[in-house]
Nanobody, 112 residues
């Protein structure tokens, strides 16, 4: 099971830290990904962190602003989002690609 939290309403230029709490599987053994789906848009992958900490940040639009991390002792992954823009408004999901697990999502809304 994956449970996201930390979303909310933030002003342009603000920051949020999303959390993804995992349970029911060996969290430290798996790659974790964050995805987002904005209004009227396709779901897109935002960032990935492997079990050994290798990181990929996907869209150029978030590079340098979003940082993925994990705390295996707490079975939790994080997405630190800085310098937020209105176009970052979306529902953010965490995912375990190898298991096909998805969380329920957390809404992030950035006002201009």
């Amino acid at each position: 099971r994956l449970v996201e939290s930390g979303g909310g309403l933030v002003q342009f230029g603000g920051s949020l830290r999303l959390s993804c709490a995992a349970s029911g599987f060996s969290f430290s053994s798996y790659t974790i990904a964050w995805h987002r789906q904005g209004p009227g848009k396709e779901r897109e992958r935002v960032a990935v962190i492997t079990s050994v900490g290798g990181i990929t940040t996907d869209p150029d639009s978030v590079k340098g602003r979003f940082t993925i991390s994990r705390d295996n002792a707490k079975n939790t992954a994080f997405l630190q989002m800085n310098s937020l823009k209105p176009e970052d408004t979306a529902v953010y999901y965490c995912n375990v690609p190898q298991l096909g697990y998805w969380g329920q999502g957390t809404q992030v809304t950035v006002s201009s």
